[in-house]
């Protein structure tokens, strides 16, 4: 495993996958002081997947495939959002306000920054990886890996695991027949056509 402060990578050997995290990490550099959240809220699913970078670690080990993985929270910016998007930086989590992302706007220069510094960074890794295989005469079937919580919005959500897919459905159908046939869960499965998550099912 390797990475920089910003971005955790593994290279394998296999270019037939690539397993990517955006959501793997809760931290937040020790200068921007939690965003003005409290440790509690750090340790949530507010900062983070919980469990994401596990299975995404492992996966790729199963597979011996490349990893990249986000080695920041997304309250401080969202590697799973486009740039355009305004929840990129988000100033609400789950009802929390996160009060030093609340002045910050579609042209401020602290947007801009966390972009450069961390957001780019990842996405580059990621389009290395994806030029890395095609090189190798590979279309990488790419596995993102998220979690979400069982309860959101007070609501619980009696759900294992969920099955997304943008366009191409291919990897998707052969992952469900899959886990149908074989599949070893205490509650249901659930699987949507398209990303991201619709309501009320938000991957965090």
Not at 104 to 123: F, G, M, Q, T, W
Not at 129 to 157: A, C, M, N, Q
Not at 188 to 203: K, T
């Amino acid at each position: 495993m390797m990475g920089d402060s910003k971005i955790i990578k593994k290279i394998g050997k296999c270019k037939d996958y690539l397993v990517i995290c955006d959501h793997s990490s809760n931290n937040i550099p020790k200068y921007y002081n939690n965003l003005g959240m409290t440790k509690k809220n750090l340790e949530n699913h507010r900062a983070y997947d919980i469990g994401a970078a596990n299975v995404a670690t492992q996966l790729s080990n199963i597979l011996d495939c490349n990893l990249v993985m986000a080695n920041f929270s997304r309250l401080l910016i969202d590697p799973n959002r486009g740039e355009d998007d305004p929840t990129l930086i988000p100033k609400i989590s789950d009802g929390k306000i996160i009060k030093e992302n609340i002045k910050i706007s579609l042209n401020d220069l602290e947007r801009k920054k966390r972009i450069k510094e961390y957001y780019a960074p990842y996405h580059r890794q990621i389009n290395k990886f994806i030029e890395e295989s095609l090189d190798y005469k590979k279309v990488p079937k790419i596995l993102s890996i998220h979690s979400f919580t069982p309860i959101w919005k007070g609501k619980i959500r009696n759900i294992e695991a969920g099955i997304l897919w943008d366009k191409d459905k291919r990897l998707s159908t052969l992952f469900l027949r899959t886990s149908i046939t074989s599949r070893n869960m205490s509650g249901p499965l659930i699987s949507f056509g398209s990303s991201p998550l619709p309501q009320p099912f938000p991957s965090f």
